[in-house]
């Protein structure tokens, strides 16, 4: 039997959809996505207080210092002792001075006033106040000379 | 002029497939990466330069409101008191301190109507105290949510008092 060879034409790959999701995809995550708690360790459990609410306006110059425990899967304490998180270093209250040093350094380099410049605490609940307030007086050390503060917690909601 | 006729307008077929596959893949999406956490917010603490001392009053400005915080040896507070009147300690002692804050305030409002805005508080707490404490006290002080989840503000000026020793 003899067949005659059909006309094919070349597929023709729509392209519309692919594009269509590809911006959807990247709209949402602009809008979606929290710039401001990007910083935020989850290694730190932060008291909640129902008057906790976050600023009416985004500060201009601020800094975050996440302070809390090192735990087990379980939530023990695997060290009695709390550290300062930054990225994948663990720094003690007693070696955090270089870089409170550092950032003050950095302000004053850009020539920002230091009293603009809110440094913001993000203390595990369970941290001793005196470490809190230790932490605050480093900070006005001369050579460093923060003045504003923010103690950062956990919204609760209303039960 | 002689038209012709227009041939091949036929019915438009909506094609839903390139739809329906962003709303799946949004879908997916949204299922991968939902992240519940709670909003976070904070309070200011104001400690300016050299402040740290305890400085003369002036006949203008009143002390500063003085919350004490007395901590047992887990942590825990165990005493709180509020211009020197013990409040006792657990939860119970910071509803008690919202309250004597309040009255306190009313009392401001007697005095002039912008000394509530002037008014400190200075907190004083032992050494090993829980930090969560201290954010309760700062809360009580701060104010209280109203009946419409609007916050309703007492004082605003927050500070700590020189640090105690372990």
């Given at each position: 039997?003899?067949?005659?060879?059909?006309?094919?034409?070349?597929?023709?790959?729509?392209?519309?959809?692919?594009?269509?999701i590809?911006?959807?995809?990247?709209?949402?995550?602009?809008?979606?996505?929290?710039?401001?708690?990007?910083?935020?360790?989850?290694?730190?459990?932060?008291?909640?207080?129902?008057l906790?609410?976050?600023?009416?306006?985004?500060?201009?110059?601020?800094?975050?210092?996440?302070?809390?425990?090192?735990?087990?899967?379980?939530?023990?304490?695997?060290?009695?002792?709390?550290?300062?998180?930054?990225?994948d270093?663990?720094?003690?209250?007693?070696?955090?001075?270089?870089?409170?040093r550092?950032?003050a350094?950095?302000?004053?380099?850009?020539?920002?006033?230091m009293?603009?410049?809110?440094?913001?605490?993000?203390?595990d609940?369970?941290?001793?106040?005196?470490?809190?307030?230790?932490?605050?007086?480093?900070?006005?050390?001369?050579?460093?000379?923060?003045?504003?503060?923010?103690?950062?917690?956990?919204?609760?909601?209303?039960e | 002029m002689?038209?012709?006729?227009?041939?091949?307008?036929?019915?438009?077929?909506?094609?839903?497939?390139?739809?329906?596959?962003?709303?799946?893949?949004?879908?997916?999406?949204?299922?991968?990466?939902?992240?519940?956490?709670?909003?976070?917010?904070?309070?200011?603490?104001?400690?300016?330069l050299?402040?740290a001392a305890?400085?003369?009053?002036?006949?203008?400005?009143?002390?500063p409101?003085?919350?004490?915080?007395?901590?047992?040896a887990?942590?825990?507070l165990?005493a709180?008191?509020?211009?020197?009147?013990?409040?006792?300690?657990?939860?119970?002692?910071?509803?008690?301190?919202?309250?004597?804050?309040?009255?306190?305030?009313?009392?401001?409002?007697?005095?002039?109507?912008?000394?509530?805005e002037?008014?400190?508080?200075?907190?004083?707490?032992?050494?090993?105290l829980?930090y969560?404490?201290?954010?309760?006290?700062?809360?009580?002080?701060?104010?209280?949510?109203?009946?419409?989840?609007?916050?309703?503000?007492?004082?605003?000026?927050?500070?700590?008092?020189?640090?105690?020793?372990?």
């Open positions: 039997m003899k067949f005659k060879p059909a006309d094919v034409a070349p597929p023709e790959l729509d392209m519309t959809p692919m594009i269509d590809v911006f959807q995809l990247i709209t949402f995550f602009m809008v979606i996505n929290k710039f401001d708690q990007a910083e935020a360790d989850e290694r730190v459990t932060l008291p909640k207080d129902q906790a609410v976050p600023p009416a306006v985004q500060r201009k110059d601020s800094f975050l210092l996440n302070f809390g425990y090192l735990r087990d899967q379980k939530g023990n304490l695997t060290n009695p002792e709390p550290f300062f998180f930054f990225a270093e663990q720094v003690p209250l007693a070696q955090v001075r270089q870089r409170l550092q950032e350094q950095f302000y004053q380099t850009i020539g920002t006033d009293k603009e410049v809110v440094v913001e605490i993000r203390a609940a369970d941290v001793k106040s005196g470490m809190v307030q230790e932490l605050i007086q480093m900070c006005q050390e001369d050579g460093i000379g923060f003045q504003r503060f923010a103690l950062k917690a956990t919204q609760k909601m209303i | 002689k038209l012709r006729n227009r041939v091949g307008l036929g019915k438009i077929q909506l094609d839903m497939t390139p739809m329906i596959d962003v709303v799946f893949q949004l879908m997916i999406f949204f299922m991968c990466t939902l992240k519940v956490t709670e909003p976070e917010g904070d309070f200011d603490i104001s400690m300016p050299g402040a305890p400085s003369a009053v002036t006949e203008a400005e009143l002390p409101f003085k919350v004490r915080m007395i901590a047992d887990e942590g825990n165990n709180l008191s509020f211009n020197g009147v013990n409040l006792g300690g657990g939860e119970q002692a910071f509803a008690k301190l919202n309250s004597e804050v309040f009255r306190a305030i009313h009392a401001l409002k007697a005095i002039g109507p912008d000394q509530q002037k008014q400190e508080v200075e907190i004083d707490p032992d050494y090993n829980h969560r404490n201290i954010i309760s006290a700062i809360g009580s002080c701060s104010g209280r949510m109203g009946p419409n989840g609007i916050p309703v503000r007492y004082i605003s000026k927050i500070k700590f008092a020189p640090r105690r020793e372990p």
